[in-house]
């Protein structure tokens, strides 16, 4: 995170920049429990921030201003929504630019515009100088995005309900992954709508967390569940093909992250994981690592959402 404070002729210290890297998340678990009245579907699911970043570059403006080399319709724009409604919140009088630098794949089930969202909230709350809390920010974000809390309160944590349940928890294990993304576009709303079967078993997230941290990956591969994987492979049978394929070319474990197509394969090492990416075609492919807890997002990889 880059802050550039200069200090006004009236003596009150305004940003001038700052320069936040929203990253992507992996689900190494998702359990849809029920339908709730409200339309949306009550989850439990354990979410892992990655290395993969969007580039957020706050500026000032009098007016909110989104600018990006990646066209997103306004109304689609989770980015213009948070400024918006953080503005409206506050009664704040000014607005901002921001220049959105995009890596994350779209449609992918990475959360990379939750993740702009939260960034966005958490970015104005101190280009703003608005003071708001964690807790306060949540709130905001679940009006735009179930994922945007999770964000705000990364970069690993246990969420419940649509979103709004976040528990952090403790993940020092330094994991390498092969990112996999088809050509197809998923839509979460559809994912959702079209789940056959719902399911009352849980997973216990002390032993998954346990498992985890002692990449005890045979322990892991008996509770790595999607239950949104069925629907989409059901559409899309690549995401099983790949799936396969990582397995065959190393990946110690495999699954699809949130409503997909996106895949991830845990891998030994960068070099076996970057072998792997050779042999999977055209689609898009990328090697990161995991986020761990230790950082607390302070290792200068990423920005603090708060």
């Not at 994991?175 to 849980?202: C, D, H, M």
Request: hydrophobic share 40%.
């Amino acid at each position: 995170m880059k802050i550039l404070s200069p200090v006004s002729p009236m003596g009150r210290r305004r940003h001038l920049s700052l320069h936040l890297k929203a990253p992507a998340k992996i689900n190494w678990f998702l359990t849809v429990l029920r339908k709730r009245k409200d339309g949306y579907h009550d989850i439990e699911t354990l979410m892992q921030c990655i290395g993969l970043y969007d580039g957020l570059l706050f500026s000032y403006s009098d007016t909110i201003e989104v600018v990006s080399d990646f066209d997103i319709p306004i109304e689609d724009n989770l980015i213009y929504k948070a400024a918006f409604l953080l503005k409206k919140h506050t009664s704040y009088r000014k607005g901002v630019k921001i220049a959105l630098q995009k890596n994350i794949p779209v449609s992918a089930g990475l959360g990379g515009g939750s993740s702009d969202a939260a960034y966005t909230l958490s970015g104005l709350n101190k280009f703003w100088n608005l003071s708001l809390s964690k807790n306060e920010l949540s709130k905001l974000g679940l009006e735009i995005g179930s994922d945007v809390p999770f964000f705000l309160n990364g970069p690993s944590a246990f969420v419940e309900g649509r979103g709004e349940n976040v528990t952090p928890v403790h993940i020092n294990s330094c994991i390498v992954f092969l990112l996999i993304k088809p050509p197809v576009p998923v839509s979460t709303g559809w994912a959702y709508q079209n789940i056959e079967k719902l399911t009352k078993r849980t997973i216990d997230i002390k032993l998954f967390c346990q498992a985890l941290n002692n990449k005890d990956f045979a322990c892991l591969s008996g509770m790595l569940n999607n239950d949104l994987e069925g629907v989409v492979i059901k559409r899309y049978p690549v995401v099983q093909e790949i799936k396969k394929k990582l397995l065959e070319k190393g990946a110690i474990i495999s699954a699809m992250s949130g409503s997909g197509p996106a895949v991830f394969g845990v891998f030994e090492s960068e070099e076996k994981a970057l072998s792997a990416a050779k042999e999977m075609g055209s689609n898009w492919c990328k090697v990161v690592r995991c986020v761990g807890a230790s950082t607390n997002g302070k290792s200068g990889d990423f920005g603090s959402p708060i």
